[in-house]
């Protein structure tokens, strides 16, 4: 007998139902509001590479990847997909990169994305200095129904009247002379009766136009019924024993009588809940609430300012599949309460922003008397895999800050823009989530069923210690990093940057003027894209 499981048709059927309800019930943007494309950062064996993944926006849709090796002497370039519940032998051949002309780093490849789901894509760099294969987590989700030119339009109109007239034009033609010997005119007979064939053939031709038109509008119906629609959440603050929670329920009506897709651990927090300041962006907090169960979620609430926030909830599911939830709450004012961490990371800054230019960057002072720098020099919008925010951090007496890893990162960024359309979480790793990442990495045949790896990924050390790219330990990091992204769409952005020194979290602000033009690229789709 096999080791398999005994079962394998009870397991393939629990696997559908949690990819449905990870997938068919919840799939957004990605892992952010507003902001579709993929950026990553990372090695493929020896090649230092960064990656970017132009989402379509449509399933099925062609994707554009760009590939930046960074350094060695890359001789070949491949991607290839993995479906994330599918291995290497239910995965497409792999797709060879062309280099892009004038940039001797960049390679290019288009790739289709045939599903709604959560993909590996394994991309593979080889050459003289060896091979190796970096995985990238990315979500394919419908999230626009593109509409048809007018030009195109009008082509089909004419066409189809052509053919339509054409057919009646026959089949009278047919009736009444086909079976006329050359040169024989019809009677009043054949006439009338081509006339009667005409008609019969009109009107059947204009029940089979009827009965077209509806397939197509029940097919788009369709398709329109599987765009992006995020699953409800709704935030709310309580006072409860001398202290105040912010609480965080995921109460879509589509998960009523369902099983929800299990939670992992990213950076080793279910969910990371952020705060927003709505009005002037002025405080964001950076939360990590606790299960109380699999869809009620609370976190000891920080003196915040009174107002009105938006809340985001980052979370990963089992899949490899991440995603944005977005509630809004109030905070009151009154009365004035006791403050004492739920979690030991969760933090908050009311730190104000200073202006980037992209000439000169900024310097934004931090709570520890030290400074951020934004680095001047690269463009504030860009199409390409160059694209990267950079910053250095400085100790109060200006020497290059030694900066400790801070829920397993160097760094991490919060961006939002001016009408909270556009939200996302970066670190020098890129958009992907780290647990997404891992979720692809480390699946095997035996984490068919639900909730295996993600305790498998929990045991592995809160999933810090689980990848070796990804160990930092409590090595020091360089004072200087760079987080790879483009900005979605043009307007003002805020920019949180998170780091930690000395054993305290610091927080950087910065206001960024994204223009429109520069290269805009595939970017100027996600313009158009409800971002929540
Ligand atoms: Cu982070």
């Known amino acids: 007998m096999s080791a398999r499981p005994a079962r394998p048709l009870a397991a393939a059927r629990a696997l559908c139902a949690a990819a449905a309800l990870a997938l068919g019930f919840a799939p957004p943007a990605s892992a952010h509001v507003g902001s579709p494309d993929t950026w990553f950062e990372g090695a493929a064996g020896p090649y230092p590479v ?6 379509p926006g449509v399933v099925p849709g062609l994707a554009e990847i760009d590939v930046r090796v960074l350094s060695g002497r890359p001789e070949h370039v491949t991607v290839q997909l993995y479906g994330w519940n599918v291995g290497a032998r239910g995965a497409p051949a792999p797709d060879e990169a062309k280099r892009v002309p004038g940039d001797a780093q960049l390679w290019s490849v288009n790739l289709w994305f045939m599903e709604s789901t959560s993909y590996g894509v394994h991309l593979g760099v080889s050459g003289p200095d060896g091979s190796g294969v970096a995985v990238i987590p990315v979500q394919t989700v419908a999230t626009q129904r593109l509409a048809m030119t007018p030009g195109l339009a009008a082509t089909l109109l004419a066409l189809a009247l052509f053919l339509v007239f054409g057919l009646v034009t026959v089949v009278g033609a047919a009736v009444r002379e086909s079976s006329l010997p050359p040169g024989v005119e019809p009677d009043a007979r054949q006439r009338g009766r081509a006339r009667v064939a ?3 053939a009109a009107v059947l031709l204009a029940a089979a136009l009827y009965g077209g038109r509806n397939w197509w509008g029940s097919v788009d119906r369709g398709y329109v019924k599987g765009l992006y629609r995020p699953m409800h959440a709704s935030a709310s603050v309580a006072d409860s024993a001398g202290a105040r929670w912010v609480r965080f329920a995921i109460d879509d009506e589509r998960l009523t009588g369902r099983r929800w897709s299990p939670l992992i651990p990213d950076h080793g927090k279910l969910m990371h809940l952020f705060l927003v300041n709505k009005t002037d962006m002025s405080t964001m907090a950076h939360l990590h609430p606790l299960l109380r169960d699999s869809t009620h979620f609370a976190a000891a609430l920080p003196p915040l300012p009174a107002g009105a926030y938006d809340v985001y909830a980052d979370i990963v599911h089992e899949s490899g599949f991440a995603q944005t939830l977005t509630a809004a709450v109030v905070v009151p004012g009154d009365p004035p309460h006791a403050y004492t961490a739920s979690d030991a990371d969760d933090s908050w800054s009311e730190t104000p922003a200073v202006r980037v230019t992209s000439a000169s960057g900024a310097s934004c ?13 690269a463009a504030l919008s860009s199409g390409r895999a160059d694209a990267q925010l950079r910053f250095r951090v400085l100790a109060p007496r200006g020497a290059p800050a030694r900066l400790e890893p801070f829920l397993g990162m160097a760094a991490h960024a919060i961006v939002r823009n001016a009408d909270g359309s556009v939200f996302a ?3 020098p790793t890129g958009s ?18 639900p909730g295996t790896l993600g305790r498998r990924l929990t045991a592995a050390g809160d999933g810090m210690s689980a990848m070796p790219d990804m160990n930092m330990g409590t090595a020091e990091l360089p004072a200087e990093f760079g987080i790879p992204w483009g900005f979605p769409k043009p307007g003002r952005y805020r920019v949180w940057v998170q780091v930690r020194r000395a054993g305290s979290i610091e927080t950087g602000a910065f206001d960024v003027d994204v223009t429109g033009g520069a290269e805009p690229g595939r970017g100027a789709q996600a313009a158009n894209l409800p971002g929540r």
């Open 198 to 200: 005409m008609a019969v």
């Open 365 to 377: 002072p931090l709570a520890d008397g030290g400074t951020m720098l934004w680095l001047g020099g």
């Open 425 to 427: 979480h970066l670190h």
């Open 50 to 55: 960064r990656v970017v993944v132009r989402a």
């Open 432 to 449: 992907v989530a780290m647990a997404s990442e891992m979720a692809l990495t480390m699946r095997t045949p035996a984490d068919s069923i």
